[in-house]
């Protein structure tokens, strides 16, 4: 079973959106154990301080690497830490191939204008990120990262969604997808796919994901 921990200053939006859909079901049936952790446990004063303002000044304040070290600390050995920052390499399908066949992840969610550098040398093994724009903190970037690792473990998601016929698991957009009415304000669903015939329905499938990747996403087919 996998295990993630996640060190936040919001463990209950971490715990509240693994409540919903296929996160939810993939926890409840064991597949996977995923533990929030609040920052401000160890902190070391009575107001809880885990951040402090920047040395040379600026706007902004950054988390204190003391209570983030403590917190790695207390967790079992072994686990990758993971930062997740806009700094950090960005998330694609295949880099979430390949952190699904961790063991154990440990994900770290900063705020405002990040951690200080040095807990970032000692503690961190890899730093994602989920696109090019900064959000207020990390702990939506680490619930994505989460639920695209929960849809890869095998039996989290049914055999009709089966994760290896997704979208980009085969390089290419996904294909346009119609169910009934077969006639919707004037629109009808293209014959191929009403033909009852499967390798016509796939050879229509195949092209169609072929055509929208290259009007949309032409980068993706190099
Ligand atoms: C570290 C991640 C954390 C430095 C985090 C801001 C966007 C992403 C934060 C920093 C984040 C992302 C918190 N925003 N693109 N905000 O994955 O400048």
Not at 72 to 77: K, N, Q, R, S, Y
Not at 112 to 139: A, F, K, M, T
Request: charged fraction near 30%.
């Amino acid at each position: 079973m996998m295990r993630i921990d996640v060190i936040t200053i919001f463990p209950d939006l971490i715990r509240d959106v693994l409540k919903y859909s296929i996160p939810r079901r993939a926890i409840d049936a064991g597949l996977i154990d995923v533990l929030a952790h609040d920052l401000r446990d160890h902190a070391d004063d009575k107001h809880k301080t885990i951040d402090d303002t920047p040395y040379g000044g600026g706007a902004g304040m950054i988390f204190k690497p003391e209570p983030i070290a403590r917190a790695i600390e207390t967790l079992p050995a072994g686990g990758r830490v993971i930062f997740l920052t806009p700094q950090g390499r960005l998330l694609t399908q295949s880099v979430a191939n390949e952190l699904s066949l961790s063991d154990h992840l440990v994900l770290l969610c900063g705020h405002y204008r990040g951690i200080d550098e040095r807990v970032r040398e000692n503690y961190v093994d890899d730093e994602i990120s989920i696109g090019d724009y900064v959000l207020s903190g990390g702990e939506l970037p680490a619930l994505i990262l989460i639920d695209a690792l929960i849809r890869l473990i095998p039996g989290a998601i049914g055999n009709a969604e089966s994760a290896l016929e997704d979208s980009f698991q085969n390089g290419l957009l996904d294909c346009a997808w119609y169910t009934r009415p077969r006639e919707f304000e004037g629109l009808t669903v293209p014959e191929a796919l009403l033909s009852g015939d499967h390798k016509k329905v796939a050879q229509w499938r195949r092209d169609n994901a072929r055509q929208r990747t290259l009007e949309r996403r032409p980068d993706l087919l190099e």
